[in-house]
């Protein structure tokens, strides 16, 4: 069979906007492989590394995983007919039929997948430190990079997506719930009810600040707003930092304003706006004894407003930040390389 002729322009822009899953959540394994192992080529990485060796990889690794059973891996790799199979789509599809995965069994493997087809596949030499299991895919190889780094984000995407439906569904992020249970030793199941508990727990001081400022009880209303907001703060920087974490709002703030702990989600005048509500967060509190002690009823008037104000902004700032906090838990999930003993005979 001769060699199937590629159109470099074209597959660099076919692979700059590849859909990775179709809209039934199934990967195309034949595609996928053919692809990657196109990438190999095109970048000079190897000239013998051919598809089907990424895709036996794949079902190694699944075969010496704990956690996948023989039923589970016949209904997440399975096979789809062509209606159409014609000898011209041999180059990618060499049966009459294509192999799929779901996004549900790749969630399991993919990282090991991935990781493993550059050091095993490729035998590119392993480095003592990597914080990214998909780091052997350099930039100078352009569309191997490019393909990985896509497949990266997708995997991130679809995470997050369905990381955010189920939320909303039971009242806890299921990758929050995993990353609280690795960090503090302790069962899922315990991690998720902790996890509900707080996201009640904030609902509920979310709902006592608006009943506050309607009842024009605004320093009670700015107390819980910080309760909320610093509450949120600490529990991110806390997972994303092994350091020691202050507790206060001003230091706490100091840190995501200096970008000492990274984050996705935020847009960086978020905080910046937290810390000029905090400023006047103060004045508010510390300025209810010097608007009475003068008995002015001007000074109490301007002071009311004041913290009429501040408490209306911190109402806003407190939803913003727990809804961006509920964004970056899908960040929470350690995806650093999986090192594993499977290999190629």
């Known amino acids: 069979m001769s060699e199937l002729k590629i159109d470099e322009e074209q597959f660099f822009k076919n692979i700059s906007n590849y859909k990775y899953f179709d809209d039934e959540g199934c990967l195309d394994l034949e595609l996928f492989c053919f692809n990657l192992s196109t990438c190999f080529k095109l970048d000079s990485l190897s000239e013998t590394v051919p598809s089907e060796e990424i895709?036996?990889?794949?079902?190694?690794?699944?075969?010496?995983?704990?956690?996948?059973?023989?039923?589970?891996?016949?209904?997440?790799?399975?096979?789809?007919?062509?209606?159409?199979?014609s000898p011209d789509m041999s180059f990618i599809y060499p049966r009459n039929?294509?192999?799929?995965?779901?996004?549900?069994?790749?969630?399991?493997?993919?990282?090991?997948?991935?990781?493993?087809?550059?050091?095993?596949?490729l035998r590119i030499q392993e480095e003592e430190k990597q914080s990214m299991?998909?780091?052997?895919?350099?930039?100078?190889?352009?569309?191997?990079?490019?393909?990985?780094?896509?497949?990266?984000?997708c995997m991130m995407k679809m995470f997050q997506n369905t990381d955010k439906t189920i939320a909303k569904k039971e009242g806890y992020s299921p990758l929050e719930a995993l990353a609280t249970a690795k960090?503090?030793?302790?069962?899922?199941?315990?991690?998720?009810?902790?996890?509900?508990?707080?996201?009640?727990?904030?609902?509920?001081?979310?709902?006592?600040?608006?009943?506050?400022?309607?009842?024009?009880?605004?320093?009670?209303?700015?107390t819980l707003q910080e309760c909320i907001i610093s509450n949120c703060l600490f529990n991110y920087a806390s997972h994303m930092s092994n350091k020691s974490i202050p507790t206060t709002l001003y230091k706490l703030l100091k840190i995501f304003i200096k970008k000492e702990i990274p984050y996705l989600e935020a847009k960086d005048d978020l905080f910046k706006n937290i810390d000029i509500w905090r400023k006047n967060r103060n004045t508010s509190l510390h300025g209810y004894i010097t608007s009475r002690s003068k008995n002015l009823l001007k000074n109490k008037e301007k002071f009311k407003q004041?913290?009429?104000?501040?408490?209306?902004?911190?109402?806003?700032?407190?939803?913003?930040?727990?809804?961006?906090?509920?964004?970056?838990?899908?960040?929470?999930?350690?995806?650093s390389p999986k090192f594993n003993n499977t290999s190629r005979h």
């Open 97 to 121: 039929y294509k192999r799929r995965i779901h996004v549900a069994g790749m969630i399991m493997v993919f990282e090991t997948w991935i990781f493993n087809i550059g050091y095993i596949l």
């Open 306 to 335: 004041f913290s009429r104000d501040t408490a209306l902004d911190g109402a806003k700032l407190a939803i913003e930040v727990t809804e961006w906090y509920e964004k970056e838990s899908a960040n929470y999930f350690d995806f």
């Open 55 to 85: 895709f036996d990889l794949l079902l190694d690794i699944f075969k010496e995983n704990p956690d996948s059973r023989k039923e589970e891996n016949k209904h997440w790799v399975h096979k789809q007919k062509f209606l159409d199979w």
């Open 183 to 222: 960090k503090d030793n302790i069962d899922y199941d315990k991690s998720c009810e902790k996890i509900k508990r707080r996201n009640t727990a904030l609902q509920e001081a979310i709902d006592s600040i608006n009943s506050a400022i309607n009842e024009e009880y605004y320093l009670e209303a700015i």
């Open 133 to 153: 299991y998909y780091y052997w895919a350099k930039k100078e190889w352009t569309l191997t990079h490019i393909f990985i780094v896509g497949f990266h984000h």
